[in-house]
Structure formats: structure tokens, C-alpha cells
């Protein structure tokens, strides 16, 4: 992918979002389309992995998930990301909560993330996080203990 400028000029790629509340989701995906990707939402970390599984190996992978952290009554992003770890280790991965002052927050790169993206979010939030993971080399430090 070739990003000049910030991400919204030109934003190509295929981004899955995944949260609970149906208003974050159409929204993220508002703004994601009209900075010029393909978004696909689902709503907790179950519908998440299957899908990147699926259309990873359909041949039409994801260049990044943004999950959300906490999905009550399903799975959320700190189960999710280390689920999609295991299908593609060079995924890149952003959290995103309107907890902000959660450990997986502050010290996201340990949980398995790329980048934090708190709630509310707008489209410069969307457009500075994505250009800063897109540009970035994939480097987890996964070295927190279960």
C-alpha cells in the first residue's frame, strides 16, 4: 500500500472493525469509506476471527483490525487480537475503549496491539492512529504472562 500525506488522501486497504455498539460500528465505517478503504464490521471478537480467518484464506486479507476492547457477553479484543496472532503473527492491531486508563491502554504493545485508538473517536483520531500503524514496522513485545 502507498500512503502519501495523511491516510484520508489516500487510503487504500481493508480494514475489519469490530465492536458491540451498532452506532460506533456505522460510524467507523462511515469514516473509513470516505477515507478510501474497505471496511468490514462485525460485532464481538468471535465474528472477528472467523472472519479474518476466512477472507485471509480467500485470498483477501485484512491490512487492519481495530477492535474493541471490552464486549459484554462476548469475546473482545484482548482474547481476540491473541486469536488472530495465532492465523497471521504480522497482523497489526489496534484497541480501542472508553476506558482509557485501562492497563491494555497504557501499555497496548504488551496485550498484543499496534496502536490505541480511545473512544470517542473522530475521523483525524482514525486518520493520525492508522497512518502512524501503517507506517510503522510490525513490532510486538508480547511479554506479559498468563
Not at 480494514?15 to 458491540?20: K, N, T
Not at 473509513?32 to 460485532?43: A, I, P
Not at 469475546?75 to 482509557?100: F, H, T, Y
Amino acid at each position: 500500500m502507498a500512503f502519501a500525506g495523511n491516510v484520508s488522501s489516500g487510503g487504500r486497504g481493508r480494514i475489519l472493525v469490530m465492536d458491540d455498539e451498532e452506532g460506533i460500528r456505522f460510524l467507523a465505517e462511515a469514516m473509513l469509506e470516505d477515507m478510501g478503504f474497505q471496511v468490514q464490521v462485525t460485532r464481538n471478537g468471535d465474528e472477528a476471527v472467523l472472519f479474518y480467518r476466512e477472507e485471509r484464506e480467500a485470498g483477501r486479507p485484512f491490512d487492519i483490525v481495530i477492535l474493541d476492547l471490552k464486549v459484554p457477553g462476548g469475546m473482545g479484543g484482548e482474547e481476540a487480537v491473541k486469536r488472530l496472532r495465532e492465523i497471521d503473527p504480522s497482523l497489526r492491531a489496534i484497541v480501542s475503549s472508553g476506558a482509557a486508563n485501562t492497563p491494555i491502554m497504557r501499555e497496548f504493545r504488551k496485550y498484543g496491539f499496534n496502536g490505541v485508538l480511545p473512544k470517542p473517536y473522530n475521523r483525524q483520531d482514525l486518520d493520525d492512529i492508522l497512518a502512524g500503524v501503517l507506517a510503522a514496522p510490525v513490532e510486538i513485545d508480547v511479554t506479559r504472562g498468563e
